[in-house]
Structure formats: C-alpha cells, structure tokens
Nanobody, 127 residues
Framework: QVQVVESGGGSVQAGGSLRLSCAASGFTPDYFAIGWFRQAPGKLREGVGCISSRDSFAHVTDSVKGRFTISGDDAKNTVYLQMNSLKPEDTAIYYC????????????????????WGQGTQVTVSS
C-alpha cells in the first residue's frame, strides 16, 4: 500500500528557512513521481514543484524559483522540499503526493495527476 507522510512544518519569520520531508513507502521496484503542493486559506491548492524518480529531474513553480529546491534520497525513499528566504505569502498547508507508477523522466505540478496524498503540514511565515 502506497503511503506518503509529510513532516517538518512550523513557524518561522520572513527570510527564514524550513525543510519539509516526504517519506514514501509501499512502492515496489517501480518508478514514481512526488509532487509538492500548498493550499492557503481561501485559495485553491497549487503545485509548488515535483521530482521524478527515474532521472531525479525536479522543477519548481516560478513563484518559488531561486528559493525552494526539491531533492530526493533514494536510500531513504524520502523527498525534501528545502525552502529558503521564506515570505509571508508562503504561508499554507503543504502536501506531498505520489504519482505511481510513473515512468516519465519529467513530472507534473498538476494536482489531478497525483493519486496518493499525505495529510499535510502547516507552514506559517510571519513578517
């Protein structure tokens, strides 16, 4: 059974950093993609970035480019979202989700492409 569990959220001041983790389990030896999403109060869930396990190809949305990076640790089956230079507008519940199986070298930030979702972790950035 595929499961993804986020951790690492919290409260920081603007300009600070946080690292979120997404621990994935239940994958047989197959390829997959992990997406990071966020949802602020009153807003739609948006894609922050994603990574494909086949080639470890990762990309993030323009609003966080240069501040957020996505990486993976194959040995731990864990994907990280490193968030630097955080802004108050980054405040949201952050989710990771898995698209499995996925054999592509690229990945999608579309919420509809993902099948397995974590419970979310709150990130609050104060000014």
């Amino acid at each position: 059974q595929v499961q993804v569990v986020e951790s690492g959220g919290g409260s920081v001041q603007a300009g600070g950093s946080l690292r979120l983790s997404c621990a994935a389990s239940g994958f047989t030896p197959d390829y997959f993609a992990i997406g990071w999403f966020r949802q602020a109060p009153g807003k739609l869930r948006e894609g922050v970035g994603c990574i494909s396990s086949r080639d470890s190809f990762a990309h993030v949305t323009d609003s966080v480019k240069g501040r957020f990076t996505i990486s993976g640790d194959d040995a731990k089956n864990t994907v990280y979202l490193q968030m630097n230079s955080l802004k108050p507008e980054d405040t949201a519940i952050y989710y990771c989700a898995a698209r499995y199986p996925w054999y592509g070298s690229d990945c999608s930030r579309d919420v509809h492409e993902y099948d397995y979702w974590g419970q979310g972790t709150q990130v609050t950035v104060s000014s």
